[in-house]
Nanobody
Framework: QVQLVESGGGLVQPGGSLRLSCAAS????????MAWYRQAPGKQRELVTS???????YYADFVKGRFTISRDNAKNTVYLQMNSLNPEDTATYYC?????????WGQGTQVTVSS
């Protein structure tokens, strides 16, 4: 059974940083496009960033210049470095793995930005 396990969320002050991790139990992790989504209370889930098997990245406009996605295929792990956090970044962050018809999600990790 495929599992994606996020970690690294928590409470941080505005302007602070967090690093999220997502460990995936995928036998061929390297071929998957990995992504981070987020969902704030009362809002739809939205794509934050993604990274393809070839390392091509995409960032939503609202995180460009602040967030960085990376992956370590040897560790089956994808990371999200979040800097200059603001209260609007408060949400549950979800890890996603996608390849062909396979689409997997983690349970999410809460990020709260508040003073």
């Amino acid at each position: 059974q495929v599992q994606l396990v996020e970690s690294g969320g928590g409470l941080v002050q505005p302007g602070g940083s967090l690093r999220l991790s997502c460990a995936a139990s995928l036998s061929r992790f390297s071929i998957y496009t990995m992504a981070w989504y987020r969902q704030a209370p009362g809002k739809q889930r939205e794509l934050v960033t993604s990274i393809t098997s070839g390392g091509r990245t995409y960032y939503a406009d609202f995180v460009k210049g602040r967030f960085t996605i990376s992956r370590d295929n040897a560790k089956n792990t994808v990371y999200l470095q979040m800097n200059s956090l603001n209260p609007e970044d408060t949400a549950t962050y979800y890890c996603n793995a996608f390849f062909g018809g396979s689409d997997y999600w983690g349970q999410g990790t809460q990020v709260t930005v508040s003073s």
